[in-house]
C-alpha cells in the first residue's frame, strides 16, 4: 500500500483547504507532512521469526508428548516432531512480523518507534524549510501512518508563545483519531487545531502578509 492509497483526493482538498482558512487568520504557516512509515523496521520480522520458532518448537515437543501417551502407533522421531513445527513457526512469524501492520508495531519497542519518528519530522523540518519564514512562525505537522505517531514542530517565533502542553493535547487527540484508521480526520482537526492556538496567543495576521508556504499536504512513503 502506497501513502496515496489512504487518502481520496477530496480529503487532499479538504487538508489543502483547511490550512490556507487557518493561515488567513493568523501569520502563522502551516505544513503537513504524511509519511506512510518513518522506517523499514526490519528488527520486527527478525523478532517475529524468533517468536514463531519458540511457539513452534514448544508445540511440536507437545505434540511428541502427546504422540507417545495416546498414538504411539504412530511414532515419528523427536527430532521430526520439533524440526518440522518450529520451522513452520519461524516462516509464519517472518512474514506476519514483516507484512502485518497491527504485529509489526508491537514487534518494535515504543521508544524506537518514537526515536525514528522524531528523527524523521526534524528532517522534514528542514526539507520543508519551514524555519524560512518572515516572522518565524512556521508549523511542521507531522504524521506517520504505520507508527500512529504525531510530531508537531514550530518555529521560534511560535514555539515563544505556546506552552508544550497545548502541542502535546492537539497531539494526543489527532493520534486517537489515526487509531481509528481516520487519517484525514486527524489531520484536519490538527490544522484547525493549530489555526485556533495561534489566534488564541495573538500571532496576528499582517495586512501585508503573503502565503509563504505551500498548503499542498505533503506525501511521502518514508
Not at 505544513?31 to 511440536?60: H, Q
Not at 518572515?134 to 506552552?163: C, H, P, Q, Y
Amino acid at each position: 500500500m502506497k501513502v496515496l492509497d489512504r487518502f481520496r483526493e477530496r480529503e487532499l482538498e479538504r487538508i489543502r483547504d483547511a490550512v490556507g482558512q487557518a493561515e488567513q487568520r493568523t501569520s502563522g504557516e502551516i505544513v503537513t507532512y504524511i509519511v506512510l512509515e518513518c522506517d523499514a523496521y526490519p528488527e520486527a520480522a527478525w523478532r517475529g521469526a524468533s517468536l514463531g520458532a519458540l511457539v513452534g518448537m514448544g508445540a511440536g515437543f507437545a505434540a511428541q508428548h502427546y504422540q507417545e501417551m495416546v498414538v504411539s502407533a504412530l511414532w515419528v522421531s523427536t527430532v521430526w516432531w520439533v524440526l518440522v513445527p518450529t520451522f513452520i513457526g519461524l516462516l509464519l512469524g517472518l512474514l506476519l512480523g514483516g507484512a502485518v501492520d497491527a504485529i509489526r508495531r508491537r514487534l518494535v519497542h515504543a521508544e524506537v518507534l518514537a526515536h525514528r519518528v522524531g528523527l524523521r519530522a526534524e528532517s522534514a523540518f528542514l526539507e520543508e524549510q519551514v524555519f524560512d519564514t518572515r516572522e518565524r512562525t512556521g508549523i511542521l505537522l507531522f504524521v506517520a501512518l504505520f507508527e500512529r505517531r504525531v510530531v508537531v514542530l514550530g518555529d521560534e517565533g511560535i514555539n515563544s508563545r505556546v506552552e508544550q502542553a497545548e502541542w502535546t493535547a492537539i497531539i494526543e487527540r489527532m493520534i486517537a483519531e489515526l487509531k481509528q484508521a481516520r487519517p484525514a480526520e486527524a489531520i484536519l482537526g490538527g490544522v484547525e487545531d493549530c489555526g485556533l492556538l495561534l489566534e488564541r496567543h495573538g500571532v496576528a495576521r499582517r495586512a501585508d502578509d503573503t502565503d509563504e508556504l505551500d498548503n499542498e499536504p505533503r506525501l511521502r512513503e518514508r
